[in-house]
């Protein structure tokens, strides 16, 4: 088979990646120029500042990524691009690149869910086996997904309200700890104890999720405890968060892959980064002989390599789009 090359461009929030892949699974060159640093400030990320960043950056990072492969962009298939969901601003920016890109060189244009790119970083780690359920858990989201086969997306459940990635920045803000807050409640929970009572969120017979609830208990718990005049044990207040909302991720993800009879789950998201989920679900996949894959860590967090990958296979599927394709804060995974 004559092997394809995917030139991705990822800008859906504050990251500006690009990056070229192979055949859906072998990464040529990849550049993730972070704007973390800048965001810290405000603890968290201004939309229009990271529009601004982009602008500055996409078109250096596209000539590095070239340069970094040693390709030109004649060489390249297809050009794969974020479409949403995600900040309007942000997204704009790399997808009129792409659209640039796509006319100039008469590439054909491949939009890309961001979701998508978060299941097919699995295919950079091996082959994606179907059918499989994927926990989808980041900063905006916190699905289920059952996939029959490529490109074939059923959503069983999500987040009513807040995703998990954002109760834990939330949750850490209140708690003085710096941005991102994710990490830092993962370092703090391995050392800290389960000693704070909170409520398990949204524990039902749904697939659904819910963490606003999660997140208002520790607010009200941590202003309670100043009012009496008590210290906060941070770490311990941590490893109780976290183990909440571990519990619940794994307890329906388990029930999922029973439910639907299926033996491989993946997991997606910067949340998967958690350390304390990954060590869960490793043990509970060992337990019921549940094939589990999950991202290295430079998969997790936004970056082109992912969609490069995921837009390999709708490129093969002939999903590809003309110039008027829009970006989309909001969108369905399709």
Avoid: W
């Avoid at 000539?63 to 962009?73: G, Q, R, S």
């Avoid at 299941?119 to 997904?145: C, Q, R, W």
């Avoid at 390999?312 to 369905?332: F, Q």
């Amino acid at each position: 088979m004559l092997s394809k090359y995917i030139l991705a461009i990822e800008t859906s929030c504050d990251e500006t990646s690009v990056s070229i892949i192979k055949n859906g699974y072998q990464e040529i060159a990849t550049v993730v120029l972070s704007q973390m640093d800048i965001h810290a400030d405000y603890g968290g990320v201004v939309p229009e500042i990271a529009s601004r960043n982009h602008i500055q950056n996409i078109t250096l990072v596209i000539e590095e990524v070239l340069t970094k492969a040693n390709m030109t962009i004649e060489e390249i298939d297809a050009i794969a691009v974020t479409y949403g969901p995600g900040l309007i601003g942000s997204l704009l920016i790399g997808l009129m690149a792409a659209k640039t890109l796509s006319f100039i060189y008469c590439k054909p244009l491949v939009p890309v869910h961001h979701i998508a790119g978060h299941i097919y970083a699995n295919n950079l780690v091996k082959p994606m086996e179907f059918p499989l359920i994927a926990l989808v858990v980041s900063g905006g989201h916190t699905d289920l997904i059952y996939m029959k086969e490529d490109y074939n997306f059923k959503r069983i459940g999500g987040t009513l309200d807040d995703a998990v990635g954002e109760a834990y920045d939330k949750v850490a803000r209140v708690m003085g700890l710096s941005y991102p807050g994710g990490p830092e409640i993962d370092n703090l929970a391995k050392i800290g104890e389960d000693t704070y009572s909170l409520p398990t969120p949204l524990d039902d017979d749904s697939y659904n999720f819910s963490f606003s609830g999660l997140k208002s208990a520790v607010i009200n718990l941590i202003h309670n405890e100043e009012q009496r005049g008590n210290i906060i044990n941070v770490p311990n207040l941590a490893t109780s968060f976290q183990n909440r909302v571990i519990n619940i991720l794994t307890k329906k993800t388990m029930r999922a892959l029973e439910e639907y009879q299926v033996k491989n789950l993946i997991v997606a998201g910067g949340v998967a980064a958690n350390s304390g989920l990954r060590t869960k679900l490793t043990e509970l996949c060992l337990e019921k002989h549940i094939n589990l894959t999950i991202p290295s860590i430079k998969y997790c967090t936004d970056n082109a390599a992912m969609i490069g990958a995921a837009g390999y296979y709708a490129y093969k599927l002939d999903r590809i789009d003309n110039l008027d394709v829009n970006a989309k804060a909001v969108t369905e995974l399709q």
